[in-house]
């Protein structure tokens, strides 16, 4: 078993295992025939694995018998300098010469035939677009893919117009291994996916076998010749990942999903929510849609504000729980998850079934996600009786966030699916008496959100806001208004605010709070959620973040009151004091206690609106508190009245209610 390679007499080369390897590998390439002519067997399950280990077996007998018969009877030399070395010890020569011309014309008709059947079953399934459509075209009355064979001899020909078998060969070796290498690696996914309908007949695999199968492959693949392993290595990887941001449907599904899945629910069940800190606090939100029609921008900005977190997207069917609501339930259901897709929105879609809005609000509140992963703000857009309008600027928006490369080729494809997925829902009302959700029900969902202790947004004048007209040129703003709202002539010490009042921190006794007399979770939230807007490219790109803080006297206090808190909290924004002439109802308290104005709610929100307008009126987007919500008790339209004086005839406005402490002085 001493080697003995020598240099080839045809080239001049010396040999090496590798040089031979790879040139030899090439006669055990035709295991992947009967899988690439599945299509044509009429029972593939049965006869790939019984043909393919038959021909395995015959081959390897084959082989051996001649391996060790020539061992005998054939000189060292004439193996070394002939490679028809077996005409001159065969009976009768001329059948080597046909032998070698009829095994040759069987692999290249096997590999034609096989590839081309793999080239149209990918164009088939549309993998990759526009590229591959031609070739899914079958000819004939037996149906033959003749474009898809016309390319792949195409490319055979390309391929033997180098002219030099055994510099053709390792890089055929190359593909021909890690094909097998891929395939053994899907095997061994599916297993360790635990898919329950991968059940594989031959009865001596294991994933271990399958492990090693892809390993043993790529190893061999960087040993024969590295710099081609990479070469092939690299366009796999192209090819998977272009196939993957097409995300096409197909009918025999992809096992990244099953992948997918089983990670996501191991790591789900090690998300504690027991374990929360404050330190790690994000927004999840809840954004309650009643049509995508009308409410697209709203969406996007919600996608922009959530950073990183969970994102759903909650609607109600108000009907009564039956066959014909559970149809529309599953007709409307492809249609959100497509209108999500086509609009690039990361977020989550849940449906559900309610007699009336406010009920089936309350369902989501309290279902909406799973495990650790809850949402912990609802979004809720502005409620009134005009009629609402189509959403403007939705393609443009969309194809704002696409990459360059992906506008060449899918711009219109794009546009296209947005179109119909948009055209899927239902009319939007013309008639502003239907209107589904009573003012009583809208502040029903605002109360029972607050009795779970979740933070609430209000969101209003939305409908112009339009991504695609940002202009880095002309830089705008986002300004933060976090005053806080007072109802009554009082003097309250910081012992003395509760957990859950509107203007009261985390905990009576919380001391880690920067002046906590001064600052309660609406204030922080207001902070911490215009921070994350600007920290969306697109935003900080084109727009400055400023904090507009209303005074009367100390203005210099004030500053630099505002400034130690930023700079404590390293938050970066331009402070804008306010200090408006005349007596005002509106200012922030001093020392240890908070002297409260003696502005009613709906003073309080008039003269807020006024100074909004007068400085905030060329703002992209304004976030401001949110007008203390009514108990059970009170009458909703008097909430109602206060959201409409403070947010009317402004820019986009987000009215931001906290109900719990978002940000961490201890880090």
């Not at 677009?129 to 064979?149: M, Y």
């Not at 339009?466 to 109802?487: C, R, Y």
């Not at 003696?598 to 006024?610: D, H, I, L, V």
């Not at 508190?625 to 004086?645: G, K, N, T, V």
């Amino acid at each position: 078993f001493k080697s003995h390679y020598t240099t080839d007499y045809t080239t001049g080369k010396l040999q090496t295992f590798q040089t031979v390897f790879a040139v030899l590998f090439n006669g055990c390439t035709g295991i992947m025939a009967g899988a690439n002519m599945s299509g044509d067997l009429k029972n593939p399950g049965r006869a790939i694995p019984i043909g393919t280990l038959t021909a395995l077996g015959i081959t390897f007998v084959i082989y051996s018998i001649i391996m060790f018969f020539a061992s005998f009877t054939v000189s060292t030399d004439l193996m070394l300098y002939d490679y028809s070395f077996l005409e001159h010890i065969n009976l009768v020569p001329p059948l080597v010469t046909m032998g070698v011309f009829a095994a040759t014309l069987s692999a290249a008709l096997s590999t034609l035939i096989g590839s081309s059947r793999v080239l149209q079953a990918l164009a088939k399934d549309d993998l990759f677009g526009q590229l591959l459509r031609p070739f899914a075209a079958l000819s004939g009355k037996k149906q033959e893919p003749i474009r898809a064979v016309l390319l792949s001899w195409f490319f055979v020909q390309c391929i033997l117009l180098v002219g030099e078998l055994n510099a053709i060969a390792p890089i055929v070796t190359m593909f021909f291994l890690l094909s097998y290498g891929v395939v053994n690696f899907a095997c061994f996914a599916l297993t360790v996916a635990s898919a329950p309908n991968f059940r594989p007949t031959f009865h001596f695999y294991t994933w271990h076998t399958a492990l090693l199968g892809f390993l043993s492959c790529t190893a061999v693949m960087f040993f024969i010749e590295p710099v081609y392993a990479t070469v092939a290595f690299a366009l796999m990887l192209v090819q998977f990942v272009f196939v993957s941001w097409r995300a096409p449907v197909t009918a025999w599904g992809a096992v990244s999903q099953a992948l997918i899945y089983h990670q996501v629910r191991k790591y789900l069940l090690r998300l504690d929510t027991r374990k929360d800190h404050v330190k790690f606090w994000r927004p999840q939100m809840l954004l309650l849609v009643a049509n995508p029609r009308s409410s697209y921008q709203l969406m996007d900005f919600i996608n922009d504000l959530k950073k990183g977190g969970l994102y759903v997207l909650g609607n109600v069917i108000v009907s009564d729980y039956n066959q014909q609501s559970i149809d529309s339930y599953r007709q409307q259901l492809p249609n959100w998850m497509d209108f999500v897709e086509y609009t690039k929105l990361k977020a989550f879609v849940e449906l559900t079934i309610s007699p009336t809005v406010r009920l089936g609000a309350r369902g989501l509140l309290m279902t909406a996600g799973l495990g650790g992963m809850k949402p912990n703000t609802i979004v809720l857009g502005y409620h009134d009786s005009s009629l609402p309008h189509e959403a403007h600027g939705m393609a443009e928006t969309v194809l704002s966030k696409t990459s360059r490369f992906a506008k060449v080729f899918s711009h219109e494809e794009e546009a296209a699916r947005l179109r119909a997925a948009a055209g899927h829902f239902p009319l939007l009302r013309d008639n502003e008496d239907n209107q589904p959700l009573t003012a009583e029900d809208y502040v029903g969902i605002i109360q029972d959100s607050l009795l779970l202790h979740k933070n609430v947004l209000i969101l209003r004048n939305f409908a112009d806001l339009v991504k695609a007209n940002f202009d880095s040129s002309e830089p705008s703003t986002i300004d933060l208004w976090p005053s806080i709202q007072f109802h009554s002539q009082k003097t309250f010490s910081v012992s003395q605010i509760s957990p859950t009042s509107s203007f009261g921190g985390s905990s009576p006794n919380d001391t880690k709070l920067i002046s906590r007399d001064r600052y309660d979770n609406t204030y922080f939230l207001i902070l911490q959620l215009g921070w994350i807007l600007h920290m969306v490219p697109q935003w900080k790109a084109t727009h400055k973040l400023r904090i507009m803080s209303v005074v009367q006297e100390q203005v210099q206090q004030e500053r630099d009151a505002l400034e130690g808190l930023l700079k404590e909290l390293r938050l970066e924004a331009e402070v804008k004091i306010i200090s408006p002439l005349g007596e005002q109802h509106i200012y922030h308290g001093h020392g240890d206690s908070l002297h409260l104005g003696q502005a009613t709610s709906g003073e309080w929100s008039k003269e807020m609106n006024e100074l909004m307008r007068r400085y905030s009126s060329q703002a992209r987007v304004i976030f401001t508190a949110l007008p203390q919500p009514p108990s059970a008790e009170d009458d909703p339209r008097q909430f109602l009245s206060c959201m409409d004086e403070l947010s009317k005839l402004l820019p986009p406005i987000v009215m931001v209610y906290g109900s719990s402490n978002v940000i961490s002085t201890v880090l």
